[in-house]
C-alpha cells in the first residue's frame, strides 16, 4: 500500500476544472498510479484545495457525507467513474478518434443528470449557472458541467498530455510550444535526464 499524500501536496496544473479532477491520479503512465481520491473525506478535501465551493458549502457536504454514509459512498464511486470517464474521453480528443458509442452514452447520462439541477442565479455582477441544491450529487456535476464547457469551446484545441506522468492541461502558450504539465516537475527531470545522457555520449 503507498503512503498517503497530502491533498495540498496535488499540483492543479491542468487550467481547468475538469482537467485537474482528471489529474488526481499520479501518475498515468503507470500501472499503480497513486489516487488522491481514496474516499470521501478526500474528495471533499480536494474541493477545498480548488478552492471551487466556498467552506460554508463543504461543510453542508461534509456533514450531508456523515449524516448520509451510503449515499457518499455511491456519490464517490460515481465521481471516480465519471474521472476515468472523462480521461478516456480527452484522450480520444487527443488521438483525433471518435469516442465508442458506450463513453458517449456514459457521459450523456452524466450531462443529463447534472443540467437537469441547474438553475440561473441573478447576481449584481451578471448571471450565473449554479447547482441548485446543496446535494452531495453536485460533487461530481461540477466536472461534469467544466467537462462540457471545455468539449463546446476553442479550448480544446489546446488539450495537452504531459509526456511524462500522462497528465492533461491546456497550453495557453503563445506559441502552443508548451510541452510539460510543469516545468518545476516533469520538465525539470527531464532536462536533468537529458544532461546526463549528453555528459554520458560525451564520456565515450
Known sequence: MLPSKPIESLRLDGGLFCLDFVNTVYNRKRPNGYDYLDNFKSLIAWYGHTKLLPQKMLHTLERLGKDYPQKAVVVLEKSLQLRELLHQLFQTVLHAKMPAAII?????????????????????????LQFNTPALEQLYWW?????????TSDQLKQLKECPACGWLFIDKSKNQSRKWCSMATCGDVNKVTSNYQRTKRKKK
Request: glycine fraction near 8%; hydrophobic fraction near 35%.
Open 143 to 151: 466536472p461534469t458541467k467544466s467537462a462540457v464547457e471545455l468539449l
Open 104 to 128: 458517449g452514452s456514459q457521459f450523456n447520462s452524466f450531462l443529463s443528470e447534472a443540467y437537469s439541477n441547474l438553475e440561473l442565479s441573478i447576481l449584481p455582477d451578471g448571471g450565473k
